[in-house]
């Protein structure tokens, strides 16, 4: 099983628009919510008490989220048991298809906002390559949360190490995501620019540059060694 830092981490990789995220804190509770008020409107009785199928998804779902972490399924089961209250009054005070009906309704205001999100991301949502992703976007929300409380602090150093930061705009862009508004990996001609410059004279000089480092190679010929030689004195001459 992946830990909670692969999960998060590969969850992330579909989330690094800000604006994808703001709709995903919107659309990922309004969907959780709706099922959970759907699965209140069934219930069985554990001998005189009355057990309704969202409170045995719930428990299930928070039993893993407790095996990811301890903070997290605490925070995750938290969340749950809110809802489940809050979906056993709305079933008592509303029939079975007005509840179902509301549910429904929930459910696809919650998942335009998630493909709205996705829009302005440039990328798929994370299910389309592996469905377990679906159990993880409450965490993901739940840990944007913590990680803006300054909690986490190596969990969301793993993730930005990995897939970047979150940026104003992502637009379809490739990972990972930091300062430079270019997609990574760069461009060929990029990366040419950010390799160092190949030496101005490689490897062994040619014969005729090794001359000009050398001005006078070798013994100097004999035109040249004559100028070398000190000048007569000019009064011997007059003499």
């Known amino acids: 099983m992946k830990t909670l830092a692969e999960n998060l981490t590969q969850y992330a990789a579909y989330h690094r628009d800000r604006r994808n995220i703001a709709t995903h804190f919107a659309g990922v509770p309004m969907i959780v919510f709706a099922i959970v008020l759907a699965l209140s409107t069934w219930a069985f009785a554990v001998g005189t008490v009355p057990i309704t199928l969202a409170a045995v ?130 461009p060929r001609e990029r990366e040419n620019l950010r390799a160092p410059l190949p030496d101005p004279l490689p490897g062994p000089l040619p014969r005729e540059r090794e001359n000009l480092r050398d001005p006078l190679p070798g013994p100097l010929p004999r035109e040249r060694e004559n100028l070398r030689c000190p000048l007569p004195d000019e009064r011997e001459t007059t003499q």
Do not use: N
Not at 59 to 85: I, P, Q
């Open 57 to 186: 998804v719930c428990v299930a779902a928070s039993l893993y989220y407790f095996r990811l972490d301890l903070l997290f399924g605490a925070v995750m089961a938290a969340t749950l048991l809110v809802m489940c209250a809050i979906a056993s009054e709305v079933t008592h005070r509303l029939s079975v298809p007005a509840a179902l009906g509301l549910a429904a309704a929930i459910f696809v205001v919650g998942w335009a906002l998630q493909f709205l999100g996705h829009r302005y991301e440039g990328v798929k949502p994370a299910f389309y390559d592996d469905a377990k992703q679906l159990l993880i976007g409450p965490l993901f929300v739940c840990a944007e949360v913590l990680f803006a409380l300054g909690a986490k602090g190596p969990l969301q150093r793993y993730v930005e190490e990995r897939v970047g930061p979150t940026v104003p705009r992502r637009d379809g862009r490739a990972l990972p995501l930091g300062p430079d508004p270019l997609p990574d990996p760069l």
